[in-house]
């Protein structure tokens, strides 16, 4: 089956809810949908579903537009909040990431006043504190994010 | 859907009228009201016809609705902040089948049949069964088949409007409706038999 150039014609008259009333005007163009697959097909199929879309609609139980609308103000205030929360996280992940370096640079100095004890090469212990910072500034910012 | 209080910016100190100059609407609540009263029923209906499933079609609804609003997009009439909302609601529920696809077997869509009236009550019954057998028959199309059928022929769209809903090119909706029309009637008559 091939597609009919009078489809859109068919369509229209079947939108417009007078198919089956049959005006005058539109004999021509069911005598042409009987004897015409494409167009008899369309008409059985647009009028369905026509049809469905009749009773569907009916049958929707929306919400007012008021609580829509309440629902959709809450819900940007606290995306809003969301958003103004983020940038302290951060800088609470750069503060805990900053206490961590200045603690391991105590402990470094603290380890040289007992020469007694083994002494490591200094890019060893710069190593070690950058190591420190590294896997402390996700953690803090995990935790400030999980209170959240 | 979240459930949100306002708490969180209460802690933050942020007062309503700083919350209320972050929030960027598309438009206003009487514009909004407008536009929903006239929309509303014609795009729940549409997703639950293309997703088979009212609670489904409830949370895509509003969803819908909230990313409608949040668009920055530039919406000059309401024929092309309509053609947004259902292209928004096509996408959300294309998604949401992506991950749960629609099970075929169903024949009750949930949805109420008119109530028969005793002098036409062989023509409801006909209705009835008419309209269970295209759920069913609409059920096992793709869901872009579903979506061209439902918007060309239940709503009345222009090839033009659906192109804009699907994000497809004007001059592909005709051989697509037309193949996704062919395939909806050879599930009907499959069931018919
Ligand atoms: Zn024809």
Redesign the interface.
């Known amino acids: ?1 091939n ?1 009919c150039p009078r489809e859109p014609e068919v ?1 229209d008259a ?2 417009r809810g007078n198919w089956q009333q049959a005006p005058e005007a539109l004999r021509e163009l069911r005598a042409h949908a009987a004897s015409c697959a494409a167009c008899g ?2 008409v ?3 009028q ?6 009749a ?3 009916r ?2 139980d ?2 007012a ?2 609580t ?2 309440w ?8 995306e ?6 983020r940038p302290i996280t951060f800088a609470q992940g750069l503060a805990g990431a900053s206490l961590a370096g200045v603690a391991a640079a105590f402990a470094g100095i603290a380890w040289r006043t007992f020469p007694s004890l083994p002494q490591p090469d200094p890019l060893v212990m710069l190593a070690l504190g950058l190591g420190v910072c590294i896997v402390i500034a996700p953690l803090v910012l995990v935790f400030a994010l999980a209170r ?1 | 859907m979240r459930d949100v209080t306002l708490s969180s910016l209460e802690r933050l100190g942020l007062g309503a009228a700083d919350a209320e100059e972050k929030l960027t609407f598309c438009m206003d609540e009487d514009a909004f009201r407008l536009f929903y009263d006239r929309t509303a029923r014609p795009v729940w209906a549409y997703l639950a016809r293309i997703t088979g499933d009212r609670q489904l079609a409830d949370d895509l609804l509003q969803e819908s609705y909230y990313r409608l609003l949040r668009s920055r997009a530039v919406l000059e009439d309401e024929a092309h902040r309509r053609n947004y909302l259902f292209r928004i609601a096509t996408n959300l529920a294309h998604d949401a089948r992506r991950r749960a696809p629609m099970d075929t077997a169903p024949l009750d869509d949930g949805i109420e049949h008119d109530q028969p009236d005793p002098r036409t009550a062989g023509d409801a019954t006909g209705r009835a069964v008419r309209r269970m057998d295209l759920s069913r028959a609409m059920r096992q199309l793709k869901p872009r088949e579903r979506s061209l059928l439902w918007l060309a022929y239940a709503q009345g769209s222009t090839h033009f409007e659906i192109a804009q809903t699907l994000g497809l090119k004007t001059g592909s909706i005709k051989p697509l409706l037309f193949r996704a029309r062919r395939r909806l009637s050879a599930l009907l008559q499959e069931g018919a038999r």
């Open positions: 089956m597609a369509v079947v939108m097909e369309l059985t199929l647009a369905a579903l026509r049809e469905d879309h009773v569907v609609c049958a929707a929306v919400p537009a008021g829509v609308w629902r959709a103000t809450i819900r940007a205030r606290a809003a909040a969301e958003k103004a929360v959240d």
